[in-house]
């Protein structure tokens, strides 16, 4: 069960990181930032991103 969260954390992580990168870019709008990241948030159980 430990596993399966590490997993999930690394699969948030790099999707984050992905997304970070497109809102840099400016590939995305940051109105479609917000959205995709409250999703991944929700998607894989995230209350704070520290990181963001």
């Known amino acids: 069960m430990e596993q399966n969260r590490e997993q999930d954390f690394v699969h948030y992580s790099i999707q984050f990181a992905c997304l970070q990168k497109l809102k840099k870019r400016s590939l ?25």
């Open 28 to 52: 995305i709008t940051v109105d479609e930032y917000e959205a995709i990241k409250k999703r991944l948030m929700s998607d894989y159980n995230v209350v704070t991103n520290l990181a963001a």
